[in-house]
């Protein structure tokens, strides 16, 4: 019984030691780094470089011009997937060991999205250049036809007139989406004009004291 308890614990023993081995870990600059000492298999690799972790599934003796990028067939990546830049139709990803580069069959691309022709139903996909543009512009829009910030100024009458001059915050940068009210009536743009610069505008209709004048535009 005692035999038997003894082997029973040298086993377990065992056992425990190979399955507590301490596995190394050894760093390069880059992929093109070459390995100074030999790396025995389970050793983890990391590329400062790229960020990257490797795993040494067979072993690798050191010399000139052993590194990551000569060694594919040795090396498994443990980051599985590498980001290496977005933009407005691709997603650069390094899926498989190529040196120091992205591998060109990673590049994903993805769909634009699409709207139905009714405004509802189309579906979901990467921004296009046109799209990625209009929004830069809603901060610094330069185009008249660009999509921009909304708002509003309200003006109260000091005195009656002929005519009365509204100065705008902003420039108005869509001369579509400009909109004046009197009183709460919104007016026919024949009855008022937008100068230039595209800062002021000019009600021609007759105004009295504590009328109120809103002009809606965008900028």
Request: net charge neutral; glycine share 8%.
């Amino acid at each position: 019984m005692k035999q038997l308890l003894l082997a029973s614990f040298f086993m377990l023993l065992s056992i425990s030691i190979f399955a507590q081995t301490p596995v190394s870990e050894y760093r390069v600059a880059t992929a093109g780094t070459d390995f100074t000492v030999n790396i025995p298999i389970g050793t983890k690799i990391y590329n400062i470089a790229t960020g990257e972790y490797w795993v040494a599934v067979a072993p690798i003796a050191a010399g000139a011009g052993v590194n990551i990028g000569t060694q594919g067939a040795k090396l498994s990546i443990l980051t599985a997937i590498t980001m290496y830049g977005i933009d407005q139709t691709n997603i650069k990803l390094k899926t498989a060991l190529t040196g120091t580069t992205p591998d060109a069959a990673a590049t994903v691309t993805l769909p634009a999205a699409v709207t139905s022709a009714a405004g509802v139903g189309g579906s979901a996909g990467l921004l296009t250049a046109t799209d990625k543009e209009k929004l830069n512009l809603l901060s610094t829009p330069t185009p008249s036809s660009a999509v921009g910030t909304f708002t509003t100024k309200t003006f109260e009458i000091p005195a009656g007139g002929a005519s009365f001059a509204a100065g705008l915050d902003h420039p108005c940068s869509n001369t579509t989406s400009l909109t004046v009210s009197l009183n709460g009536s919104v007016l026919k743009e024949s009855l008022y004009a937008l100068d230039g610069p595209k800062t002021t505008v000019t009600v021609s209709v007759p105004v009295l004291q504590y009328d109120v004048i809103i002009v809606s535009y965008t900028f």
